[in-house]
Every structure is written in C-alpha cells, then in structure tokens.
C-alpha cells in the first residue's frame, strides 16, 4: 500500500509534453486507472490517503477536468514563487488581466497582437523580449496558442485560483496603461 | 409611450454617463472639472424628489469615487518607471501563485534500471500471489542501482567522444535511452552540438548544428 501511495505521488507530481505539444501537469484518470489496474472506488480511496498524508507538507491534490478527461495533480498550499521570471510574470498578469474581461475567461481567447499592443509600445519589453516570453509562457504550459490568439492551459487555471485571477486583472489594468 | 426624464433626472443620467465613459476610456479629467461637476450635484439635491432621482444620485457619487480612485491609481503610477511598475506586477503575481509539484527531469536518470531474474522462493510475497496453474518459475522484476557522479561524468565524456566520431544523427540510433537524455542535457547546457541536415543549395563547406544555450 505505502508504495502504491508512493507511485502515486510521483505520477501525480510529474510533468510531461502530450503529442500536441501541450504540457500535461500530473495524470489523467484513465492512466491512472490503466497502470495501477484498479477501480474508480478503489482509486478513490487511494487518493483520498494521498490526500490525507501530503497535507502535512503543505500539499494538496487537485482535480481538473481537461479536454473532457478527469486529470489530477498536487499543488502547493501556499503561496510561494514559481519557476517563471519578472517578464514572464508581468505579461502572463497581462493575458489574465484582458482574459477575465471577457464573457468566459477559462475558454476566452486574447489577441496577442493586442498584448504585444500593450507592452511593446509601451516600452514595458521590446519586441524580442516579447516574444520570448510567450514562447516560454507557452513552453511551461501557462498559456496555448488557438486560432484566434492565446488562451489559458489547464496549470493557470491550476496555481491561480479564481480570486487570485479577479485581484491580477484589476492591479493589471491600473499598473499597465 | 416612453416617458421623458424631467431636467434633474437628466443632468443625473448624463453625469453618470459622463464619468462611465472616462473610466472605461481611461480618459483623464481634470480636478476642476470633477469639482464642478461635484459642486452641481450637490446643488441639485435640494431638488431630489423621487426615490429614482435619489438612487440616480448615489449612482453619480459612485462613479465619483471610480474615477477618483481610478485617477489617484494613474497619478501614483505615473511617477514610476515601465521596469518598476513590470515589477510591481510581477510581485503581485508572485504573491498569489500556488505552484504545482513536479520533479525535475535531471533525477531521472540517477537510477539505472538493471534487469534481474530471481527464483520464486526469492520473490517478495506480493509476487508470489499466482494460481497454482499458472505460476512461473521464474520471475522478472527491475531493480535499481544509484549512479555515482563520475559514473555519470564518464558517460557525458563517452558521449562527447562518440558524438565528434559520428557526426550523423542518424547513426546515433544505438544510443540507450539513459544516454539519449545525457545528450539532450549536454545540448541543452550548450556543451554539444547537434548537428543538422540542411537545404541541398546549402554550402557544403559549412556544417551547420545546433547548440543551446541557456541566457
């Protein structure tokens, strides 16, 4: 049991790129159920022990649903600081403060030349800088390109709650003009 | 029919409608200006009658505020620079991010799997959890060994050599998969080249590879 709890965790915790290119964070359902020949009940019981155990390390798992599929995944309970820099923090503030304008921000999708709008002109980065920074806002699983410009992958949805998301939109909208 | 607002109703609408529009244009007005427009409203209250000409009233000093707030905000901003407000976002940003978990790739490879056939009374008793039709005799499990650093140096440098030796990809097929990912980290770290096929109008005087590096 300990190792099965051990397995998990680390399926939980690992990242990998899918064949869109898109980085997944943690493990669908379906995997999971594939790899450790289980049950939904018993896969419930097992994560619900995970769940148990890791929140004394200030963990806690999360449930996602992505492109229809149940996924899982663990987070951290505070707020700490993640592998992005100051740029790539200040335009993915940007993309959240112009996507939670919108109707349906989760699904919404933001012109990028509108954003590049913003911070190019603005002298906030050049253009290169730019640039740069989407790729790697896109690289780290932040953000996805679609047809009409960028829209939210599943790991912003994930480390910033929808409060946090609202409080990003409206120090963006004052500190970027 | 529709009905039509009376003056004071009027000069109520339209002054909301008025500091709705500079808001959401981010339009800036001016504090004489604002203060005139105060100072009219504060007139007019002696005339409010209705409960509507009172609710319309509280809409305008609402958008009073909005605008207030809105233009301390731009003021306060304005005295910093495009770096010091990136930063500022940034912060924000940073303070309000619940990282997820995950393990870096690089530990991936300290284990190196090794293939290991023991008897069944060896194996461990959750192995050994088979019907008696159809038990093994033998059963197959991996084990893992740790790597040492200069194992581990050794194989960078094996790789190093292998790669000046054989500068076609396509004859790095026999690479195992432990030493497919030393390479891609060798690559990535800008310590080797990969090199690739290029266009046949190309000069073939002149290899082209690619090597990345972290800035």
Known sequence: ?177 | MKKIPDSTEKKLIDCIFKYREALSHKKYLSVPEREADRQSLNDLYETLSSLKQKVLDSKCYLQFGEIQKEQTARLLADETTPEQRTEMLAYVLRCLCHPVVHFHGRSSINNYPERKEMALEEAEPEFTSFSEANRPQTLCTFKTRPISYEELEASREKLRQFIKKETSPQSWSSLSINEAEILSQLAADGQAKIPIEVHDSAPSNYPVAIVLKES
Request: proline fraction near 2%; aromatic fraction near 10%.
């Open chain 1, 1 to 177: 049991m300990e190792e099965t709890l051990q397995e998990l965790f680390l399926a939980l915790s690992t990242r990998w790129r899918q064949k869109d290119d898109n980085l997944a964070i943690g493990m669908s359902q379906n995997k999971l159920l594939q790899a450790l020949e289980i049950d939904k009940n018993n896969l419930e019981k097992l994560l619900q022990e995970l769940k148990a155990k890791i929140a004394f390390l200030g963990l806690e798992l999360v449930e996602y649903l992505y492109k229809g599929e149940l996924w899982y995944s663990i987070r951290a309970n505070y707020c700490c600081p993640s592998e992005i820099k100051k740029e790539e923090e200040a335009t993915l503030a940007i993309i959240i403060g112009s996507l939670e304008k919108m109707k349906n921000p989760n699904s919404a999708e933001v012109s990028i030349q509108q954003i590049k709008k913003k911070l190019v002109s603005g002298k906030y980065l050049s253009e290169y800088q730019f640039d740069r920074v989407i790729k790697n806002l896109e690289y780290l699983g932040y953000i996805k390109k679609g047809r009409k410009g960028v829209s939210y992958s599943p790991r912003t949805l994930i480390e910033f709650s929808e409060e946090a998301r609202k409080h990003i939109a409206q120090e963006s909208q004052k500190l970027i003009f």
